[in-house]
C-alpha cells in the first residue's frame, strides 16, 4: 500500500515536473493507474479484502509502463531517473523470479528501442551507454534473483514455523481443554514414573496440585491399595504391569487415602505410552472415583440378601404351620381340608424355590458365587441324592437306579486309578438335584437312570429318563435364563425358567460343560461333566 | 420321656416345633436368646438341646461353646439348626462340638423330627 503511494507520489512529481508529459494517452493511463492504486489501497486498507491480483497485477504493470513514459520524457537513456529502474528489478525478483525477469528484460528491451532503433543513426556514445547498462541489469538481475530466492525461502521457512507454532499451541490448548474438562482423573508419567500430566479432576480427587504432584514419582501421590489393604504401589503398580505387557489393564478394586485422609475407591485403567519405535516412554492413567457406586453395590447385596432370608423365615413358618395341621398326632381336618393344604404346601414349596433360585441368580450374575472345591467321590453324591429323592419317584411310580460303571479310559479298564473328582460338592450336589428332580417331573412311567463314566480328564454324569423328551428348537434354549418349554405337557408341571440356567452356571463355575440329547416323546439323557481330581 | 429344649429366636418356628415335637410326646422347652438358653439348659436338664445360631444377645456359637465348658451340660446332645450354610460355619459348628449340623433351608420338619430321634439314639 505505502508502496503504491509512493509511486504514486513521484509520478504526480514529475508529471508537474515536465510539461511535456500533458499528452492525452498520458493522461488517460495516468489516471487510470492513480484509480485502480487507489482502489486497491481502499480494498486492502479499508474493507479488509484480500485484492484481485489480476487487479494488482495489471496496477504494477502500469507502474512500469508509466515509468517508461517517464523515462522517455526525462532524457531515455540519459534520464538522470534511470537508477530507479534497479530498484525496480531488485524488487520485481523479491517479488518473484517471473516479474523480475520480466521487468529486466522490458527494461533492456526498451533500451536497445530507444538507443538503437528510434535514435538513427545508431550513435556510438549511445552504444557506449547502452552496453554498460545492459550489463548493470543483467548482472543485478543475477544477483536479485539468487538472493531473492534465498530471502523468499527464508521468509516462507518462517511463516511456516510459525504456523506450526500456532498450530501446536492451539493442539495444546485443546488437550489441556479436554482434559480440564474431563471428569475423569487423569495422569500421565515418564519412564522413571514421575508424574508429568495431572488434570483438574485428578487434583480434586487426590487432593494435590498439578504443580506439587508433577515431577513426583505416581506411588507418592496416589498411595494405591487393593482390597485387602495391602500397598500395591511398589509390588503389584499396574502401569508397571501395563508396561511389561503392552497392553491396557483395568483394574477396579482399588482404593487410596486422599489429602484430606478420605478413602476414595477407584477403578483405574493404564496404558503404556509409546515412541515411534514402539519403546514404551512413559504411561497414561485414567481414573474415577467409585466410592458410592461399591456403596450402592452393598447395599444392593445387603438388600438382597435381608429380603430373601426375611421371606424365607416366613415360608418356613407357613411350612411348618401346613406340616402341623395335617399331621394327624397334632389335628383333626377332614380329607377335604387335607386335600387343599396338600395343594398350599406344594405352592409355598415352589415359592421357597424361587427365592432361592432369585438369590442365586443375582450372586451368578454379580460374579460372587463362592466355590470351596474339595476332591470327592462322585458315587456318595449321586447315590446320597437318589437316596433323597427315592421318595418322590416312588410317589408317581418311577424307578430310580444308579448305574456305576468301572473306571474305564477310552474303553479300557483302569485299575487303581482314583474316581475323586474335584468340584464343589454343594454345587455338585445342586446340580445332581435339579437334573434329576427335573427328569421325575417330565415323566409319567418308566425309569430315570444316573449314570457316570470317566475319562482321561473328566467324570461324566448322565441322568437319562423315559419322559416327554425335548423338540430339538427347544433344545438350543433350554439352558438359557427364564426359558420355558411351551407346550400342554409341561404347563402341568410349571417352574421358572432358571432351574437349568442356575444348574448350567454351576456346571460352569466348577470347570464342566453340559448338555442334552433327546428326542420328542422317547426321552432325554441330561449329560455334565466335572473335572477328575488330579491324584 | 425325653426332654427337648428348642433354642429359637423366631416364634413361629418355636410354635412350630414345640408343636411337632409335643406330638411326638416330648417334653419341650424353649428358650428365645442366648442367655435364656444357658439358664434353662441349666435348670432343665434337657436330653437334647435344638440350638439356632443367629440370635440376639449371645449367638449360638457361643451358647455352644459355654455348654460344652458348664458341667451340667457338657455330654448333652446337641443339634444345631441355623440359616448359615457356609462350609466354614458347618466346620465351626462341629469343632465346638455340635453332634450334628443342620441348614434350615436344607431339612423339613419331619427331617429334624428323624434327626432328633437318630442323635439321641446315639451312645
Known sequence: MVGGLVVIFTYTLIYFAYPESDSTPYLIIYIVTLALTLYNIALAGIFKKNSNRLFLRTEVALYGIIGFLFLDLTGGIGSPYLFIVYFAIVFAFLNSRISGYLTAGSTVFYLIFISLIENQPISVNNVKIVIPQIVGIGFASVISSYYGGFLKNTLSEKSQMQGMVQKLTADKSKDDAILSCMADGVYAVDEDRKIIIFNKAAEDLTGWKAEDAIGLNCSTVMKLKDDQDLNICEKSCPMLISWSSGESVVKNDMCFINKYKKTIQVSGSYAPIKNLSGNTTGGLCVFRDVTKQKQLERQKDEFISTASHEMRTPLTAMEGYIDLATNPKIAKIDEKAKEYLDKAHSQVLGMSRLMKDLLNISKIEEGKFELSKQSFEIKDLISSVIETLNKMATEKGLKLKFNESNISFAGKKAIGVSTKIMADPDKAREVLNNLTENAIKYTKEGHIEVSVTYDQDFATICVADTGIGISPDDQKHIFQKFYQVADYETREVGGTGLGLYITRSMVEMNGGKIWVESKKGQGSKFFFTIPRSID | ?123
Open chain 2, 1 to 123: 420321656m425325653p426332654k427337648i429344649l428348642l433354642v429359637e429366636d423366631d416364634v413361629a418356628l418355636r410354635d412350630i416345633y414345640s408343636a411337632r415335637f409335643g406330638a411326638e410326646s416330648y417334653t419341650v422347652s424353649v428358650a428365645s436368646d442366648g442367655e435364656e438358653a444357658l439358664s434353662v439348659a441349666v435348670k432343665d436338664k434337657p436330653d437334647i438341646i435344638l440350638l439356632d445360631i443367629m440370635m440376639p444377645k449371645i449367638s449360638g456359637f457361643d451358647v455352644l461353646d459355654i455348654l460344652r465348658a458348664t458341667p451340667e451340660t457338657k455330654v448333652t446332645k446337641i443339634i444345631v439348626m441355623s440359616a448359615l450354610s457356609q462350609p466354614s460355619d458347618i466346620e465351626k459348628g462341629k469343632m465346638l462340638g455340635a453332634d450334628e449340623y443342620l441348614v434350615k433351608s436344607q431339612v423339613t420338619l419331619s427331617e429334624v423330627v428323624d434327626k432328633v430321634k437318630e442323635v439321641l439314639g446315639r451312645n
